[in-house]
């Protein structure tokens, strides 16, 4: 029997690569450094981000490290990015699901630099 046709990613992939894309572009990290950052391939990364692709279980806690947090704390902030993007229904009051959830900055990881940063520092 053969193999039915790939049909792209899930909505939860691509909710997963636009929340990386978003990430990437907040701390103005550079493909090459996020793929280097995952240890996987420039093309590797780029498929997955643009939506050709999924990304792993083992990429997701991969990026979870370089940003900081747990991927329970990403899948959280991605049900609530799902939930207010589609009109769901609210945290519940007293909730844990808060910012404080998914607090992410570029300060939260200050042994990470990105690319651009280190391009700075040389002479």
């Known amino acids: 029997m053969p193999r039915p046709a790939y049909e792209g990613p899930s909505d939860l992939a691509r909710a997963v690569s636009r929340a990386f894309r978003r990430e990437i572009g907040d701390r103005r990290i550079s493909g090459r450094a996020f793929a ?61 699901a808060g910012a404080d959830d998914y607090a992410l900055a570029a300060s939260d990881r200050p042994t990470f630099e990105t690319e651009q940063e280190r391009e700075q520092e040389q002479p």
Request: hydrophobic share 35%.
């Open 36 to 96: 280097r950052e995952l240890g996987k391939s420039e093309k590797y990364t780029r498929d997955r981000l643009n939506d050709v692709y999924e990304f792993g279980l083992d990429d997701i806690a991969a990026f979870c490290d370089l940003i900081g947090t747990t991927p329970q704390a990403f899948f959280k902030a991605l049900e609530r990015d799902a939930a207010a993007n589609v009109g769901g229904t609210p945290q519940p009051e007293g909730s844990s």
